[in-house]
């Protein structure tokens, strides 16, 4: 019982500002057609090869907000305010762009310290990408 | 549909009430897995995820699947109370807990259409009213006929297909009225649950949280056209009454 009323709500975990540490392929076949052994860290061109279409394009930093507004900053992008809600029992991220445009990402773990995201990406028809965070503000 | 209890109740009966509540509980389940990503008709899954948060120690994902999983019990548990406790015709009995269904579905999707900000407490919540709704339905139709209607989740009615089925490759069972009946039953449930779910998704892209407004109208058909039968049949033992007086 204890353990239950000191657990937070994965809304409050989730407010604060993220830092990505690392992309990997989560689910991949380990050797290509052609036998060569492939690699779970993705590349920085891969990276912006599997971003390019997303909202979520060059970002850094993730800063959400409590009342709703999420903050991406990067190296070479502006600041790009958007909306965030969590759905289900707080296991499915979402984000919604000025012009309507969802993406959604699993979300796998979010505690006071890590969040780990997957989402689907066709690119090279390679699998799920996860996506690891610090938190560096909350 | 509604006034009869277990053994008395027809074929015929428990299609058009396995029909139209099975499409009501898919359209319920299809809207709140677009709009929740979470199922509220059917519980199997919840208690493989309740197991999943309880091992990796996330204690508030836990509780929230616990509380979702009771409030489809306890909707089980009000409904069943409702029916053996009435004072009131069968009628009646069975008619409350599709209004207090109505009531729970209309306030979900007028709270979703006009006050929804979205945020994860109302999500949760929301999806505990609709397993709540859900489990009133699936007590009430299980209950009523006596085990043979269940229509909020179809893994024992794919079973019992399936089985059917398997016994249909011999003649003897073919030609077994009951079974045969049995299968056509299975066959409207199952069928009524997916052109619910993909009418609610088909129309959600329009009309949003009203689709919950849809299922209520479902829901409220049923009620309609058992009282009108209801006034129908008393009328008419009022009628032969008077006769026989005379």
């Known amino acids: 019982m204890t353990m239950l009323f000191n657990s937070t709500s994965p809304e409050k975990n989730l407010i604060g500002s993220w830092k990505e540490i690392a992309w990997e392929y989560e689910k991949v076949e380990n050797y290509s057609e052609d036998g060569i052994p492939i690699s779970k860290t993705i590349s920085k061109q891969i990276k912006q090869e599997i971003v390019q279409d997303l909202i979520i394009h060059q970002a850094e930093i993730w800063t959400f907000s409590p009342n709703g507004e999420l903050i991406l900053k990067g190296e070479q992008m502006p600041v790009k305010p958007l909306d965030w809600n969590l759905k289900g029992r707080g296991n499915v991220l979402s984000l919604i762009h000025p012009d309507l445009k969802t993406e959604k990402y699993n979300v796998s773990v979010?505690?006071?310290?890590?969040?780990?995201?997957?989402f689907?990406?066709?690119?090279?028809?390679?699998?799920?990408?996860?996506?690891?965070?610090?938190?560096?503000e909350g | 549909m509604l006034r009869k209890y277990s053994n008395s109740r027809t074929l015929e009966d428990n299609m058009k009430l396995g029909g139209l509540t099975a499409f009501s509980a898919g359209m319920v389940n299809v809207a709140s897995v677009i709009i929740f990503f979470a199922f509220t008709s059917n519980v199997t899954g919840h208690y493989a995820i309740l197991a999943e948060e309880i091992a990796k120690q996330n204690w508030y994902e836990a509780a929230v699947v616990f509380g979702w999983i009771f409030?489809?019990?306890?909707?089980?548990?009000?409904?069943?109370?409702?029916i053996i406790?009435?004072?009131?015709?069968?009628?009646?009995?069975?008619?409350?807990?599709?209004?207090?269904?109505?009531?729970?579905?209309?306030?979900?999707?007028?709270y979703g259409q006009y006050v929804y900000t979205e945020t994860l407490t109302e999500t949760e919540i929301m999806i505990a009213i609709m397993l709540f709704a859900m489990g009133i339905q699936n007590g009430l139709t299980a209950?009523?006929?006596?085990?043979?209607?269940?229509?909020?989740?179809?893994?024992?009615?794919t079973t019992d297909l399936g089985i059917l089925l398997a016994m249909f490759t011999k003649k003897e069972f073919r030609e077994n009225e009951k079974m045969k009946g049995k299968a056509?039953?299975?066959?409207?449930?199952?069928?009524?649950?997916?052109?619910?779910?993909?009418?609610?998704?088909?129309?959600?892209?329009?009309?949003?949280?009203m689709v919950f407004i849809v299922a209520c109208l479902v829901i409220g058909l049923i009620i309609l056209y058992e009282y009108s039968k209801f006034k129908v049949t008393k009328f008419i033992r009022?009628?032969?009454?008077?006769n026989f007086k005379y």
């Open chain 1, 110 to 118: 979010v505690n006071k310290d890590e969040m780990i995201l997957y």
């Open chain 1, 120 to 136: 689907d990406s066709d690119i090279h028809a390679r699998g799920i990408v996860k996506m690891t965070f610090k938190k560096i």
């Open chain 2, 71 to 82: 409030a489809f019990f306890i909707g089980n548990f009000m409904s069943n109370i409702i």
């Open chain 2, 85 to 110: 406790h009435s004072k009131k015709n069968s009628y009646q009995s069975h008619a409350i807990p599709l209004v207090v269904e109505i009531l729970c579905l209309l306030s979900v999707g007028f």
């Open chain 2, 143 to 157: 209950s009523i006929s006596n085990f043979a209607v269940k229509t909020t989740h179809l893994t024992g009615l």
């Open chain 2, 184 to 209: 056509r039953l299975l066959l409207v449930i199952v069928s009524s649950y997916l052109t619910g779910g993909i009418f609610a998704g088909v129309v959600y892209l329009n009309i949003q949280f």
């Open chain 2, 238 to 242: 009022t009628k032969r009454a008077v």
